[in-house]
């Protein structure tokens, strides 16, 4: 079987296809706008003007499945009510479409109790599974070791982007595609038990796409400026994942470069590169145009 894994041009979604075709889509992020407002932020909610994107990404390429791959919800622990509304409504009218498969996130605690009844939908498990040779997790966790045997491995969890910054310190941030490989030898000591020897059948060295945020609204982490120990989820903060050569692509399919090579550009070297300083790197809102955004207090804000 041949698979093939292409983003969808201006968009944050991921087309696979193999024996069957799946649409893509992490970290939608439903009830955030409730989450704003008791920050003091008054917007309405966007769940239509998402809806109406899918809905045209699921008529243009007509999938079999659409793949949710997690943080589908935004409160956590608790459920507010406006995702208590708009979830069951959200995945139902997905599922009158495709079959919907879900890999829930951090932000997902109690999905489960949110799907519409009677509904083509699927739940797995918060470390993984394999979908027609093709392996799904969200990312806040160690992934299953099943997922190390499939040609492709998709994850999304730390919302990607990269920041461009001018020489009179105004900034654009901007949503980028990260195409890397997993480092085996990171990997092999944390999964003891398994033979993730280069020959073995438990390893294919997949290529890893992480996917960006589909809700504009959640901010995300510029790689470009970040250490390991500002990225999120095990596979990221343990360097299980080679960042540093990976492949950076913006949502218009522009290559950018390899990471380590985009950090060494002025256009794109943090505060800390400019001033010689040590001091961790700032994660950003997509939305702002100020380099002298503030990192949130909590390292799981918004994500």
């Given at each position: 079987m041949t698979i093939t894994v292409e983003p969808v041009i201006n968009e944050p979604a991921l087309i696979v296809s193999g024996d069957t075709k799946a649409l893509v889509l992490a970290d939608i992020h439903l009830g955030i706008e409730w989450d704003l407002y008791r920050s003091g932020f008054s917007i309405p909610s966007q769940i239509e003007q998402r809806l109406e994107r899918i809905m045209k990404l699921v008529e243009q390429e007509e999938p079999d499945r659409i793949v949710l791959l997690g943080d589908i919800k935004h409160n956590v622990p608790q459920v507010s009510w406006q995702e208590r509304d708009e979830i069951p409504y959200f995945i139902g009218t997905l599922a009158e479409k495709a079959i919907v498969d879900i890999f829930p996130g951090n932000?997902?605690?109690?999905?489960?109790?949110?799907?519409?009844?009677?509904?083509?939908?699927?739940?797995?498990?918060?470390?993984?599974?394999?979908?027609?040779?093709?392996?799904?997790?969200?990312?806040?966790?160690?992934?299953?070791?099943?997922?190390?045997?499939?040609?492709?491995?998709?994850?999304?969890?730390?919302?990607?982007?990269v920041r461009f910054t001018d020489a009179m310190g105004y900034s654009v941030v901007e949503q980028v595609w990260i195409k890397a490989r997993f480092k085996r030898e990171v990997l092999a000591d944390h999964f003891k038990s398994a033979d993730l020897s280069p020959e073995s059948e438990a390893w294919a060295d997949p290529d890893v796409v992480v996917v960006p945020a589909f809700n504009e609204l959640c901010g995300g982490v510029a790689f470009n400026e970040s250490v390991r120990d500002d990225l999120l989820g095990p596979i990221f903060s343990s360097g299980a994942l080679a960042i540093d050569n990976s492949d950076i692509y913006l949502l218009d399919g522009t290559y950018l470069g390899i990471l380590k090579n985009i950090r060494k550009l002025e256009e794109t070297r943090s505060d800390r590169s400019r001033n010689g300083k040590t001091s961790r790197s700032k994660r950003d809102n997509r939305s702002g145009r100020t380099s002298r955004s503030k990192r949130t207090s909590s390292k799981e804000a918004g994500k």
């Amino acid at each position: 079987m041949t698979i093939t894994v292409e983003p969808v041009i201006n968009e944050p979604a991921l087309i696979v296809s193999g024996d069957t075709k799946a649409l893509v889509l992490a970290d939608i992020h439903l009830g955030i706008e409730w989450d704003l407002y008791r920050s003091g932020f008054s917007i309405p909610s966007q769940i239509e003007q998402r809806l109406e994107r899918i809905m045209k990404l699921v008529e243009q390429e007509e999938p079999d499945r659409i793949v949710l791959l997690g943080d589908i919800k935004h409160n956590v622990p608790q459920v507010s009510w406006q995702e208590r509304d708009e979830i069951p409504y959200f995945i139902g009218t997905l599922a009158e479409k495709a079959i919907v498969d879900i890999f829930p996130g951090n932000h997902d605690g109690g999905i489960e109790f949110l799907l519409p009844p009677d509904s083509d939908v699927n739940v797995y498990s918060a470390r993984g599974d394999v979908i027609d040779g093709v392996g799904y997790f969200h990312g806040h966790t160690w992934p299953s070791v099943d997922l190390l045997s499939a040609e492709h491995v998709i994850v999304a969890h730390n919302h990607p982007t990269v920041r461009f910054t001018d020489a009179m310190g105004y900034s654009v941030v901007e949503q980028v595609w990260i195409k890397a490989r997993f480092k085996r030898e990171v990997l092999a000591d944390h999964f003891k038990s398994a033979d993730l020897s280069p020959e073995s059948e438990a390893w294919a060295d997949p290529d890893v796409v992480v996917v960006p945020a589909f809700n504009e609204l959640c901010g995300g982490v510029a790689f470009n400026e970040s250490v390991r120990d500002d990225l999120l989820g095990p596979i990221f903060s343990s360097g299980a994942l080679a960042i540093d050569n990976s492949d950076i692509y913006l949502l218009d399919g522009t290559y950018l470069g390899i990471l380590k090579n985009i950090r060494k550009l002025e256009e794109t070297r943090s505060d800390r590169s400019r001033n010689g300083k040590t001091s961790r790197s700032k994660r950003d809102n997509r939305s702002g145009r100020t380099s002298r955004s503030k990192r949130t207090s909590s390292k799981e804000a918004g994500k």
